[in-house]
């Protein structure tokens, strides 16, 4: 008798790695909108539930709980039952507190105003009845039979709400949401791949290549793996909390190996794309042999030209800066193909500095001035 001859035992092992193995990827895809730089500020992993997204809106801290629910046959539903343990039959018990609602919906009451919202992520469908019940709750229909039931069921869940009105409950349960078809969380790693390089791109404008967007994968999955199995102790920190089980701006710069020092310095000098200029200077500048500490220098006065240029680019007539930016061009193009190696980057600014001055007819242009210049339009040029 072979191997593959006898019906297996069970499969339960395999079958809980891939349901974390979609756990991470959907964490994953949620930590490259960190890049965005608007609200989202980090992802916690497997931390009171799959994932938690922390939110600072308007100064205040909210918090998204996340649950990630998977099933191989993509055809498959989930229903009123698994969802909300609403069942059918009348004159029955109901289990709001075993199904996936009932594990989320105590985050509201535990994190009042700080609860920004519980969602169930999936691969399939929902079931009509479980859609219809979110539209009932959010008002888009008249409340029927099944959220009522459910209204009742949360009153034992949650004792608190036992003597609101129907309108309470049905603001406290509009904090649920669903997302339905999630096919990253399927086991198609092209797709997967496809997404996370599209995520990259809208949020941080840079170009990789296949196998470097695979890399980045391959090593943010792993952050997120060790972030999930840090163990924690019971009173943790806050700071402690965010370094050992969660995902920050840092962590993923690390990931796309974008010094996270010179990011800061664009941002701060008011570039509005930090993360792009960071990526394209980093990956020219270490090319021609420059080290971090120095592109770091080389950051600060690629601000510097950005800052006197808004100030004084009016009082320079149009055809003397036309001309004087093509010959910064012409510096930035030697840079960019690799044609100036750190010998001989004195040499290359101190000639152009002359030219600018000459050209502006300007005394206070620097020679940190003119190279912040090149760096500007080294920028300028790989993104177009």
């Known amino acids: 008798m072979k191997l593959n001859e006898v019906d297996l035992r069970e499969q339960a092992g395999r079958d809980t790695i891939n349901r974390f193995r979609a756990q991470f990827r959907a964490a994953l895809i949620e930590s490259l909108a960190i890049l965005e730089e608007s609200e989202i500020e980090r992802i916690y992993c497997d931390y ?16 998204r709980f996340v649950q990630v629910k998977t099933k191989t046959k993509l055809n498959d539903q989930y229903t009123i039952l698994d969802i909300f343990g609403i069942k059918k039959r009348r004159n029955t018990e109901h289990n709001l507190p075993d199904s996936f609602a009932g594990k989320l919906l105590p985050h509201i009451k535990n994190f009042g105003k700080s609860c920004h919202s519980v969602e169930i992520r999936t691969n399939i469908n929902f079931e009509d009845e479980v859609e219809q019940i ?18 009742a069921e949360t009153q034992k869940l949650i004792p608190s709400l036992a003597f609101e009105s129907e309108d309470v409950h049905l603001h406290f349960l509009s904090h649920l949401c669903l997302e ?66 969660s995902i920050g701006m840092k962590d993923v710069l690390d990931v796309l190996s974008i010094s996270t020092s010179t990011y800061e310095i664009l941002r701060d000098g008011g570039d509005e794309k930090a993360i792009k200029s960071a990526s394209i200077l980093q990956r020219t500048l270490k090319r021609s042999g420059f080290s971090s500490n120095t592109i770091d220098a080389f950051a600060g006065y690629k601000c510097q030209w950005e800052a006197w240029h808004r100030k004084y680019r009016h009082d320079i007539p149009d055809f003397l800066m036309t001309i004087a930016i093509e010959l910064v061009v012409e510096s930035a193009r030697k840079l960019a193909l690799g044609a100036i190696k750190t010998a001989e980057i004195t040499t290359e600014v101190t000639t152009l500095q002359t030219k600018l001055c000459n050209q502006l007819m300007r005394t206070d242009i620097t020679l940190e001035l003119t190279f912040g210049a090149v760096l ?3 920028v300028r040029g790989e993104a177009t």
Do not use: C, W
């Not at 539930?49 to 809106?57: L, S």
């Not at 979110?134 to 209204?151: F, N, S, W």
């Not at 980045?216 to 840090?230: D, F, H, M, Y």
């Open 134 to 151: 979110l539209e009932e709750v959010r008002g888009k229909r008249p409340v029927g039979a099944h959220t009522k039931t459910l209204i």
């Open 376 to 378: 500007s339009e080294l």
């Open 48 to 63: 009171h539930e799959d994932y938690v997204v922390k939110y600072v809106i308007d100064g205040e801290t909210r918090y």
């Open 180 to 245: 339905p078809r999630q096919q990253i969380l399927s086991e198609q790693d092209d797709l997967f791949v496809s997404m996370a390089s599209n995520q990259i791109y809208k949020f941080s404008e840079v170009h990789l290549k296949p196998d470097e967007v695979q890399k980045i994968i391959v090593r943010l999955l792993s952050t997120i793996e060790s972030k999930s199995a840090e163990i924690l102790i019971k009173d943790i920190s806050a700071a402690e909390l965010d370094r050992k089980a």
